[in-house]
């Protein structure tokens, strides 16, 4: 039993029965073909499982094979698909950047076009223009020499007449007076029988006709007069600077006059500044300038002498009182003068031409009769001014290699005691100022109901004070100052003076430079205007 207990089958311990140990062996056969059959199936399991396995792993590596192949042809085609992306807008980028490139060129090639056409224009109306000049000059000249042909018949004529009728006046008196004698002589003859009556009657008196010699100053009494003059104009400056510091003492302690005195000072010396060529491009400048100046004579009561701003006042003989006049107008017209002195030798010196506009309206300025005093112009204002930045208008000379001399001829220093200022700013200023001279005395008042303040003979007077300086005494300043008179202006110069112009050009244009030798480059310059004449103006000398 305990041994059945132990787990051995009965039947093999049944040794006694062959049946019994047959039996146990075929339990023992069939337990064993059983535990075969069980562990073969098993070993399929086992090996099924395994080669289940081994192709789940394979299934499983050839998955991520494909995965990774196909997230690297992914890869790829999003490359490529990025390549084209970037390839197309690069395409589009070059075509736009090559329309782009193409309207600009169009744009350009117009534009070059259309500066072409009216540079093209330009010129035709340039030369339209500059041949309406010449014919416009033509027709000037061939008038005024219409005109001066006419003069000159018309003054022939009227002498002849003049002269014919004179003589027939003194040969009616001569023959009025010889009768009247003869008469005389008869009745004394009745009277006196015995009278020789073969005595001669007495000849009748020869009538003069000649007029009387014109006595001129010698060389030193006009030039004693001129330096006189010149020491006056002097004088007159410095009485303008005092009169500057008067003003300012007045109006110190009225701020709104003093207010009002500094706009109308900026007013007109903006005003100045803006002048310009162009037939009415002055006219809102002018006419400011003029409000301006009009305002002054109510703006304060501040009485001056205006006499000590004048070179000779046509009435001497008047009281203190009546010598009086604003003050604050004569200040202003001073810083008027001052300006224009300043545009003459700024803007002119380097464009001569740039100093008729200005001239004009100085002209003009000091010719309004509001700004007169007892009908006298103020412009010895101006004239002072011309007096001491350009001496050689009036005959003044000096060696230019001197502090002196230069301090004579008008040579700005840089400060007030400061060294000369550079020859070719010089020259520039003086170039201006010359320009300015003679846009100023050169102007005509024919058309208008002003009286000129500065008639041409004023020109003709600073002609000759240049010309007539003393051999060896002129400087290359004076040959500067008249070249700068004459260019531009010898249309007006020989419309004023005819012929005697014609004579006076020759004697400054070609006697005048050659005392100077050839030393002297001014000289050389002013002797080569009669060439530019005949050249631009077909005007000989």
Partial sequence: MAKVMSGESPYKLALDAPSRQLLWELGQLAISSRADFDAKLEKADREHENEHRRALEAAAVEHERVRESAVRQMEILSLQIEDERRRREDEEKAEAEKQRQAKVDREIAQRRAETERVQKE?????????????????????????????????????????????????????????????????????SNPTQNTTKDAPKSPVPA??????????????????????????????????????VSNQIAHDKSTKSRVGDMRRAIKKCVGQLTEGKGANKAPLMQIITTLKEALAISPIQVAIPSFLLSPLNTSMADNDTQGPAILVYLLNIFAKAIISQFSNEAGAAPRAADPVGQ??????????????GQ??????????????????????????????????????????????????????????????????????????????????????????????????TQTHFIVLKAMIQNNETRFLEFFGDAAKIALRKALIEFPARAGRKSIAAKALAVLPDVMRRDKKLYI
């Avoid at 009494?221 to 303008?240: F, G, M």
């Fill in 209 to 246: 006709f000649s007029s009387p010699a014109v006595q001129h100053p010698s060389g030193s009494q006009v030039n004693s007069t001129r330096l006189a003059e010149h020491q006056r104009y002097l004088e007159i400056h410095q009485k303008l600077k005092e009169l500057r510091k008067f």
């Fill in 377 to 474: 112009s103020l412009i010895d204002i101006l004239l002072a001014k011309f007096h001491v930045v350009c001496p050689v208008l009036w005959g003044v000379f000096g060696d230019e290699n001197t502090t002196t001399g230069k301090l004579r001829l008008g040579w700005r220093r840089e400060g007030e005691r400061g060294p000369f200022i550079e020859e070719g700013k010089h020259f520039e200023r003086m170039t201006g100022l010359g320009a300015g001279f003679a846009a100023l005395s050169l102007r005509s008042y024919e058309k208008s109901r002003l009286e000129n303040p500065f008639p041409h003979h004023h020109y003709w007077r600073a002609f000759s004070a240049i010309v007539n300086v003393p051999t060896g005494e002129a």
């Fill in 361 to 374: 309206v100085a002209s003009q300025i000091f010719a309004v009769n509001e700004f007169r005093w007892q």
């Fill in 122 to 190: 330009e010129a035709r109306e340039r030369l339209q223009a500059e041949a309406r000049q010449v014919e416009a000059r033509k027709a000037e000249a061939a008038a005024v020499e219409q005109q001066r042909q006419e003069q000159e018949k018309q003054a022939r004529e009227k002498a002849a007449a003049e002269k014919a009728n004179n003589e027939q006046k003194a040969r009616s008196a001569a023959e009025a007076e010889l009768q009247a004698k003869e008469a005389a002589v008869a009745a004394t003859q009745r």
